[in-house]
């Protein structure tokens, strides 16, 4: 959840780390921070809390450069948030690091190295690494054997790089559970915990697998797997495009991301449906011999991919006629869970490298799944690396904390994968033909639903002074409520909650009232009449309502309820369309309330620790 940029050149990398950190400043920016290396033998650092900038502002002044650096962008574990909990951490004037992820045994092993004499400055977990690495130095002859003797002692996840002043030419890279990537150069190469970091100087990439140490200098990188073998990791050439700096017109990359969803859903489409089916290789080699064999369905996810995954079990059990059930990932991996035979295990990540998420696919692999894919926007990361079958969303680089159109195309990679399954499975051609008709209109109709927004802005003057919110769907969009609720909470502040409209009567009725929004999501669907019935409960109790329908649904609207129409859509792709009101409302409600909508408190948008 935090950001990592690191380097060795020949030439002074300041800069470079600073561009580095302010691409990855979505992943955590509570404090950052940025150590140096310049061949005279001290760790010359400068550490800031708050935003990348406050830490350029302070490296400006300072005149600090080197042509070895780590750098890091933190988003709090262990620790407050203080100049004092700030990565880069050093030991004596020996060793300097940073780190993302979380050690399990950091007490036990902050008793053992202050009882060596280590003195603490940090109630950081990751100080404990710090020293940890300049005590085994001084127990062997490279700094290498040192970090690997290291990370054996350390439980929990990390991603680390570390470097020493008496070899200024060297980092020491270490990964498990917790991303790197190192980017090889001319003279030069580096290592961040995402590639979008290092796409300014670089398009090659390795990716480390589990366990790797590394030693990086600027014409070689040596990578040695967790028995401490060499080993050759494939070399990558990215084709991402991304510019971190860039929101165009817009004013975040929040809303610069929602209007996005068109063409967003357009590349994930682009080569995987024909007018009459969708084509199955999109998922991956031998994906139609593999889902052949698939009689059940299970599909673990957190957070937003969670809610999309809750879609996906409509679609499936209705459509593909395959049984499915959808688990919080954190959950699945800490309980005994019984396996139907022939199952395809299904994750769901925007980052690919969502912790709980990981840690699930493995746990799979091990019970008798027979099968897993992935849906991930991320080629490369160890979701897709680790999973049977990859569909990659291609919806191009999410730097909003609140994600958006991941959501969307992750909606559209799921509902391929019914189609796909389902053609597997005897559905008819005529469903098949319905299913990707549908997805063919889907761009067009998200452009429509986009400009409802000068009426969502409007009517979001109406949540100016309110602390809590309810949010109503059936059927598939009992999901969309709960991503509404979501993306409300997440970047307004405002409480929100979701529930499946047909159980209001069974408690949540009691919290009605005025100063409460009810938000409901209503397309023309068999089931609206009873949708219709929730939503007179709670004008009867003198609730406000917010209804996002259809124009054929027959809302009318007064005093009390507040009409915004959706543009009619095939029901098939309405979960998706629906999304789009609800993310304009989430937005502009922030707005109003004056938060950072791009990243919101508390909150960071790659979750890779538990």
Known sequence: MCGIVGGVAERRIVNILLEGLKRLEYRGYDSAGVALLDGDGVIKREREVGKVQALADAVAASGLNGTTGIAHTRWATHGGVTQANAHPHISSTEIALVHNGIIENHESLREQLQQDGYDFSSATDTEVIAHLVAKNRKQHDTLLAAVQVSVKQLEGAYGTVIMEPQNPDRIVVARSGSPLVIGLGMGENFVASDQLALLPVTRRFIFLEEGDVAEVTRDSVNIYDADGNPVTREINESTVTHDAGDKGAYRHYMLKEIHEQPIAVRNTLASRINENTVIEDCLGDNAAEILKGIDHVQIIACGTSYHSGMVARYWLESLANVSCNIEIASEFRYRKSYVPKNSLIVTISQSGETADTLAALRLAKEIGYKASLTICNVPGSSLVRESDLAVMTNAGAEIGVASTKAFTTQLVALLMLTAALGKQKGMTAEVQKQIVTALSSLPAKLEESLLMSEGIEKMAEE?????????????????????????????????????????????????????????????????????????????????????????????????????????????????????????????????????????????AKSVTVE
């Open 463 to 603: 949540f100016a002074d309110k602390h809590h919110s309810l949010f109503l769907g059936r059927g598939e969009q009992y999901p969309i409520a709960m991503e509404g609720a979501l993306k409300l909470k997440e970047i307004s502040y405002i409480h929100a909650e979701a529930y499946a409209a047909g159980e209001l009567k069974h408690g949540p009725l009691a919290l009605i009232d005025a100063e409460m929004p009810i938000i409901v999501v209503a397309p023309n669907n068999e089931l609206l009449e009873k949708l219709k019935s929730n939503v007179e409960e709670v004008r009867a109790r003198g609730g406000i309502l917010y209804v996002f329908a259809d124009k054929d649904a027959k809302f009318k609207g007064d005093d009390t309820m507040r009409v915004m129409e959706v543009p009619h859509v095939d029901e098939l792709i309405a979960p998706i369309v629906y999304t789009i009101p609800l993310q304009l409302l989430s937005y502009y409600v922030a707005i109003i309330k004056g938060t950072d909508v791009d990243q919101p408190r508390n909150l």
